[in-house]
């Protein structure tokens, strides 16, 4: 008798949880914001840079006769651009999971 009391209860609080993200729930807030975008722009910033170094060894290599070079030059414009497309979509793809994952919630 007191188990299935305790367990009403227990279910009764559970499903009656409701937390969202609150923007003004701690000081600092904002300035994590305006940090998060700066780590971000600087990201954007290496990987062009990135793109023209690796750009640069891929043309030294290939004009060299020197295949592992010019394929160090290849794999290091990807790998650059791929930090690219990561940094560019990181806030999308964070927001798309998170409405999947309300969905998941609401029901």
Known sequence: MLHRA?????????????????TNGLPGIDQLK?????????????????????AIVWALG?????????????TGVLVALGAAIICGASVTAVNFFWDVGQAVAGG
């Open 6 to 22: 305790i367990t009403g209860v227990a279910t009764g609080l559970v499903g009656g949880i409701s937390i969202d993200p609150n």
């Open 34 to 54: 305006n940090i998060v975008g700066a780590l971000m722009t600087v990201g954007l910033i290496c990987a062009v840079l990135g793109v023209i170094i690796s």
């Open 62 to 74: 290939a004009n060299s006769s020197n295949p592992q070079m010019s394929g160090r030059g290849k």
